[in-house]
């Protein structure tokens, strides 16, 4: 079985309808409600988290573009150190209640 769909394109193999299967997340957020700032970033990292969402347990997963852990947070509040990370690309995986959101951003 495999399944794709973007904006453009659906694409579908097997006899399950791609649509009927269960991921076990559910979609409480999108994309568009999580924003990191500013970009590039220097020393600190804003977050702009629907303030429902963002809970003692959200946690910030911080990878290299080539994949590669640079940093973990467990956060509460709407700001991060990220001193310690050189200067490159990074993705920030931020994992709130039952979503996951990729964001990525410049650290200068």
Do not use: W
């Not at 809970?55 to 590669?68: L, M, S, W, Y």
């Not at 990220?82 to 990525?104: D, E, Q, R, W």
């Amino acid at each position: 079985m495999r399944c794709y769909h973007d904006d453009s394109f659906y694409f579908q193999t097997g006899t399950i309808d791609c649509d009927a299967l269960p991921t076990g997340i559910n979609d409480v957020a999108s994309i568009e409600h999580i924003k990191l700032y500013p970009d590039p970033v220097g020393n600190e990292l804003n977050l702009m988290i629907p303030n429902n969402l963002l809970k003692d347990n959200t946690e910030i997963v911080i990878a290299n573009i080539e994949g590669k852990e640079a940093a973990h947070y467990r956060v509460s509040s709407n700001t991060i150190d990220v001193s310690a990370l050189l200067p490159g690309i990074y993705l920030a995986k931020i994992i709130l209640k039952n979503t996951v959101s990729i964001v990525k951003f410049m650290k200068k």
